[in-house]
C-alpha cells in the first residue's frame, strides 16, 4: 500500500534538505585484461571499461527522472592497478591514461583505482607504482589514486608513509597551476575497505567480483532540519531522530542500488550511507554538529557530539538494508563543507582538532588545504598519525591533504565545484623528520592479533 505521507517526505528532503543519491559507482576486476604487453594491458582495460560501463550514465540519468531522486555523481572503481601494472615497471602510465580516456569515453565524473596495498612491505613493482603517481595524477584528468599503509592485523609501514609524504609534494609541484589540485585526487589509507564507492579513495578490491554497484548515499541536510525541528530534544533523543532519518536516506539508496544493478546486469554490491557535505548551505555536516547545541564546529564538545552522529547515522543504515558498506558514517572534508570552511577561517576548527574528530568518524583529514612550504616529512607525520587512529581502534581513516604552492596559513584557495574552497590551515612548527626517516614497520595493536 503507497503511503502518501512517505512520498511527501521524500519530495520535501529533495526540494527542501538537498537530499540526493552522490554517486552510483561501478566496480570492475580487470585481472582479465593482463596481457603480454603494457600497451596490450592498457587496451584490454580500456575496451572492457567501455563494454562493461557502457550504459551507467544513461541508466543513473533513467533512475533520477524516474524516481525523481537526484544521483549527482557516476562513477568506475578498478582492481587496485598496482596488481595490474605489476609486470610493467617503468610503464604504468600507459595504462593509467587508458583508465582515463576510457572513463571519459563512457562520460563517468571520476575513475578510482590507482591504487596500492602495501600495509605490511612493499615490492619492487609497487615502489615503481607509487613513484609514477605524481606523473598519473598530473596528466591525467578523472582518475583518482589512494595507497593504504597500515592495517589494524598488520600494522603501519612507516617506509611507504615516507614515501607518500614525497609523492604528495611532487604532485603538488606538478600541479602547482592548478593550485596543486592533483594532491585531491589522492588518498593515504589505513584499514582501507574494499567497496567503497567514494572518490578518491574508491577501488574495486580483490574479493569481489566481475562487475558491482555500490551506491553512496548523503543526506546531511535531511538530518539538519530533522534536528531543528526538535529544539528541546535531549541527546538521547537526538540520537533517536538521527537513527530515525538515516533509515530512511538508506532506503531510498538501497531502492535506486537495486533497480540500477538489474537494469546493468551487474552484481548488487553495498549501500554506503555517508553523510557527505557539499559547499551548498544547508548541506554541512558542521552545520549538525551545530545544532546539536555547539556555537562553533571545533570547539570543546565536538568530538562528542560527531561521534553521537556517526554511531546513529550506522545504526539506521544497517536497520534498513543488509547490504550497507562502503564507510557508512559522517564524512568531515573542510573543503567541501560549508560550515566547516567557517569554522576553520574563524580559527575555531584547527588540524589538531581535526585529528581528534577523525578517531570518532568515517575516514579522516579530508581535503585539507596546508601552506606549500610544508614538508614532506610533516605531511608523512600528518598520514602516521591518521593511520595509527585507524590501527588501534580498527577503523578506517586517511589523509587526503593539499600542500599548496605558493599559499601560507590564512590564504584562500578555490577547487570549484563539490570540491569546494578553503583556507589553508596552519601547520605546527616542528619536526617529525627524524622519526619519518627511522622507516621499518610500526607493530600492529595485541588487539589486531585476532584468530
Known amino acids: ?33 593482463i596481457g603480454s604487453t603494457a600497451e596490450k594491458t592498457a587496451q584490454n582495460c580500456y575496451d572492457l571499461i567501455c563494454k562493461k560501463a557502457e550504459n551507467i550514465v544513461k541508466v543513473a540519468n533513467e533512475l533520477s527522472t524516474e524516481y525523481g531522486i537526484p544521483i549527482i555523481n557516476k562513477r568506475i572503481s578498478v582492481t587496485p592497478v598496482s596488481l595490474i601494472t605489476a609486470g610493467f615497471k617503468g610503464k604504468e602510465p600507459i595504462i593509467a591514461k587508458a583508465l582515463d580516456r576510457a572513463a571519459k569515453e563512457v562520460g563517468v565524473d571520476f575513475i578510482g583505482g590507482y591504487s596500492a596495498l602495501v600495509h605490511k612491505s612493499t615490492t619492487s613493482y609497487e615502489q615503481s607504482f607509487i613513484d609514477s603517481i605524481p606523473e598519473v595524477l598530473s596528466s591525467t584528468d578523472i582518475l583518482c589514486s589512494s595507497v593504504n599503509v597500515g592495517t589494524t592485523r598488520s600494522g603501519i609501514n612507516l617506509d611507504a608513509i615516507k614515501q607518500l609524504g614525497e609523492i ?48 553512496g548515499v548523503s543526506g546531511p541536510g535531511v538530518v539538519y532540519r530533522a534536528i531543528q525541528d526538535c529544539p528541546n530534544a535531549n541527546i538521547t533523543e537526538i540520537a533517536e531522530i538521527i537513527k530515525k532519518t ?81 564507510l557508512s558514517g559522517a564524512f568531515i572534508p573542510v573543503s567541501e563543507d560549508e560550515g566547516m570552511i567557517a569554522a576553520a577561517e574563524s580559527g575555531t576548527l584547527t588540524l589538531s582538532k581535526l585529528e581528534a574528530m577523525t578517531a570518532v568518524c568515517s575516514v579522516g583529514i579530508d581535503m585539507v588545504a596546508v601552506p606549500g612550504d610544508t614538508t614532506a616529512s610533516t605531511i608523512s607525520a600528518i598520514i602516521a598519525d591518521e593511520a595509527a587512529i585507524g590501527m588501534v581502534n580498527n577503523k578506517t581513516t586517511a589523509v587526503r591533504i593539499i600542500p599548496v604552492p605558493n599559499k601560507k596559513a590564512g590564504d584562500f584557495v578555490e577547487f570549484g565545484g563539490l570540491l569546494g574552497s578553503a583556507p589553508i590551515m596552519e601547520i605546527k612548527n616542528s619536526s617529525a623528520e627524524k622519526f619519518i626517516s627511522r622507516g621499518g614497520i610500526i607493530p600492529a595493536p595485541i588487539h589486531g592479533n585476532k584468530n
Open 246 to 326: 538515516a533509515f530512511k536516506i538508506t532506503r531510498v539508496g538501497s531502492l535506486i542500488a537495486k533497480e540500477a544493478a538489474k537494469r546493468l546486469n551487474v552484481e548488487l554490491g553495498i549501500v554506503d550511507l555517508s553523510l557527505a557535505p557539499t559547499p551548498v548551505v544547508g548541506d554541512s555536516v558542521g552545520r549538525i554538529l551545530e545544532e546539536m547545541g555547539l556555537s562553533t564546529v571545533g570547539g570543546h564538545g565536538t568530538t562528542a557530539c560527531l561521534a553521537i552522529l556517526n554511531d546513529a547515522v550506522k545504526k539506521g543504515g544497517v536497520m534498513a538494508s543488509s547490504k550497507v558498506g562502503g
Open 168 to 215: 604528495i609534494k611532487k604532485t603538488a609541484t606538478l600541479t602547482a597551476d592548478k593550485d596543486g589540485f592533483g594532491c585531491a585526487k589522492f588518498v593515504a589509507f589505513c584499514n582501507a575497505v574494499e567497496d567503497n564507492p567514494f572518490m578518491a579513495g574508491a577501488f574495486h578490491g580483490v574479493g569481489e567480483g566481475e562487475a558491482v554497484i555500490n551506491v
Open 1 to 33: 500500500m503507497i503511503n502518501y505521507q512517505d512520498i511527501l517526505e521524500t519530495i520535501n528532503m529533495v526540494q527542501k534538505e538537498h537530499f540526493d543519491v552522490r554517486t552510483t559507482t561501478m566496480g570492475l576486476s580487470l585481472f582479465g585484461c
